[in-house]
RNA sequence: GGGGAGAUGGCCGAGCGGUCAAUGGCAGCAGACUGUAAAUCUGCCGGCGUAUGCCUACGGAGGUUCGAAUCCUUCUCUCCCCA
């Protein structure tokens, strides 16, 4: 196969980055790579001890996949060796510790939803037990005395929790160190990874250029911020969109976001060239066009990048459905009388509400409408052969037979 | 090894014998409004009950007391200072 110029290959590989380190040597590898018609081996790890991705790792997952598309060799690492030691990484907390099953089985799920966006067919996926697993004690104790505790504490999150007097337990330190072996192993030519990333990144240079190999260049992308436009996004701070959630609340979590995010999003949520944003921030700038609209657009665009066309119409019109028009959805659930029940036990039996408690309060507040109308009793039963729609919120909605 | 401080609801963080299901902030949910599931404002925000109420909960286990998140003992874990 062939390259393309390496002019064309640094325009998509810069899209969206936050820091390429360092740029001249990440030159000289496309280049070494076009002339000898070899293509350069991308590294990227992945933590199976929280399987569930969303479009925050996504970005990252993008990167890797402008990659492939440019015919560089994608490795996605799993890491389910460090997976037992834990990363606690920006979070302040240890992870728990995984058994190798569990990790195996988190991985496979990961590969799943990576389909999305990566190309599975030339993606090389390794298992870093594979390495890590065998080394000795000794062999660990060799690497350790390769990188001091001043230089750990570089890193800006133990800097944080050491000043903070969070605990930092000494096998954290590992986990940068096994992280840059995962590099020395599979000569890696770059390696990918968020913001947060960074120092772990660098790590895996040093230790190349212990081993006796050229370093890798890293590239970090930013971080997206969740839904909540603050915080990082999460799945355990519940602002995240999922890789697997449904077209509809993909669409509707976008249009949950903050307007000031909107840019942050067309750049790393959907990829948008330089051309794009800058329409983007021209449109919210003078003061003619309505955020909103720009704000749907990006919620199509990502539907669409995601799923498709038509899944991206479909779910917008869901949207204009739902809350535009206040209507209701065209496919509900369905939950089957048997017998007279009260509502409140419907509706959390159903699980629209956690609790009867909760149902019973939102009921109070005006929030639960019984085909369209609300519905303020509290002791309202429902009797089986009743049609009715049930409406909980601005969201969900019941059929009840 | 010695000395000191601490562990509170999804998170942060008050409370330091009764009035504590526990101030406040964040996140979440709802209502109003709107330009949208933005922003803003208001309300809700452990479970069961229409409710006076009951149950579970302030790291674990005991104890003191009419009564404990709050006092004592002990265990587990964490941080700081000294060696």
């Not at 925050?56 to 890797?64: A, D, S, T, W």
């Not at 206040?326 to 629209?352: C, M, R, S």
């Not at 009867?356 to 109070?364: M, Y």
């Amino acid at each position: 196969m062939s390259f393309n110029s390496i002019d064309k290959q640094l325009e998509l590989i810069k899209r969206g980055v936050e820091e390429i380190i360092p740029e001249k040597e990440m030159l000289t590898k496309l280049e070494r790579s076009k002339n000898n018609n070899k293509p350069l081996i991308i590294k990227l790890g992945c933590d199976p001890s929280r399987p569930d991705l969303h479009i925050g790792h996504g970005v990252v997952l993008r990167k890797m996949r402008h990659f492939q598309d440019l015919g560089h060799q994608a490795i996605l690492v799993i890491g389910d060796f460090t997976a037992m030691i834990g990363d606690p990484s920006g979070r302040n907390k240890t992870r728990p510790n995984l058994t190798l099953e569990e990790t195996k089985a988190n991985a496979e799920s990961f590969v799943e939803q990576a389909k999305v966006i990566l190309d599975v067919d030339s993606l090389k996926i390794v298992y870093n037990a594979d390495w890590l697993n065998t080394m000795s004690f000794s062999d660990v104790i060799e690497l350790a005395s390769k990188y001091t505790v001043a230089r750990m504490l570089q890193r800006d999150d133990f800097t944080k929790r050491y000043q903070s007097e969070i605990p930092i337990s000494l096998h954290e330190f590992l986990y940068p160190l096994a992280q840059g072996m995962d590099s020395v192993e599979l000569h890696a030519d770059v390696e990918l990874g968020g913001t947060d990333q960074k120092f772990n990144l660098l790590v895996g240079r040093d230790l190349q250029r212990e081993y006796g190999q050229e370093p890798q260049c890293i590239i970090t992308m930013p971080l997206l911020e969740g839904t909540d436009g603050v915080e990082k996004m999460s799945k355990s701070y519940g602002n995240h969109i999922g890789l697997l959630d449904s077209p509809e609340d993909k669409y509707g979590k976008i249009m949950s976001i903050n307007d000031d995010m909107i840019v942050k999003y067309f750049r790393l949520a959907v990829d948008a060239d330089e051309i794009k944003l800058a329409e983007i921030e021209r449109k919210l700038s003078d003061g003619k066009t309505n955020p909103r609209d720009i704000k749907r657009e990006l919620a199509k665009a990502l539907v669409e990048l995601y799923h498709d066309e038509e899944t991206a119409l479909n779910a917008e019109q869901h949207f204009n459905q739902v809350v535009v028009n206040k209507d209701i959805p065209n496919e509900i659930d369905e939950y089957i009388l048997e017998e007279n029940l009260l509502l409140v036990d419907v509706i959390a039996d159903a699980g629209l509400t956690k609790s009867k408690g909760e149902a019973r309060r939102l009921i109070k507040q005006n929030a639960v409408k019984l085909d369209g109308k609300t519905c303020i009793d509290i002791n309202r039963t429902l009797t089986p052969g009743d049609e009715i729609v049930i409406k909980v919120g601005k969201r969900r909605f019941l059929k009840v037979k």
